[in-house]
């Protein structure tokens, strides 16, 4: 199955954060051998700004990680584009705070994937089918 991940799970996944069950983490590790991982190109820019703010704990220097982490073996990045850009105006009013948060779901949206999310904001607001391990 498809997915696209949003930023906290990818990190989590990549850095063995025990944030994620273990069901979750060998469905993601499976879904990367079969290439169905998705990330929005946001995501990028999101880690690079944790990064920034030290709030996340990377493996290797940030500009090493950010590449081998976006590699097509491990994700198939999802480039923003006007078809995307033209769905945050169909996303509910709930969602009308965190720009990043917003391209995700619409990027889900608009490529019809399940969003592997612990967003509360997100899962609260029906936008997006979400993902299950």
Not at 9 to 35: C, I, N, P, Y
Request: aromatic share 6%; hydrophobic share 50%.
């Amino acid at each position: 199955m498809k997915v696209l991940l949003d930023t906290h799970v990818w990190v989590w996944w990549l850095t063995q954060s025990g944030r994620l069950t273990r069901d979750e983490r060998s469905a993601l590790s499976a879904g990367a051998e079969r290439g169905s991982l998705y990330l929005s190109a946001i995501s990028l820019w999101e880690a690079q700004m944790l990064n920034a703010r030290r709030r996340i704990e990377l493996p290797a220097p940030f500009a090493s990680w950010l590449v081998a982490a976006s590699s097509p073996e491990i994700v198939n990045v999802v480039p923003l584009d006007a078809e995307i850009v033209i769905a945050l105006d169909s996303l509910p009013a709930g969602l009308q705070g965190d720009p990043a948060d917003r391209l995700i779901a619409a990027t889900a949206r608009c490529r019809d994937l399940p969003l592997a999310t612990y967003d509360k904001t997100l899962r609260r607001s029906r936008a997006v089918t979400l993902w299950k391990a």
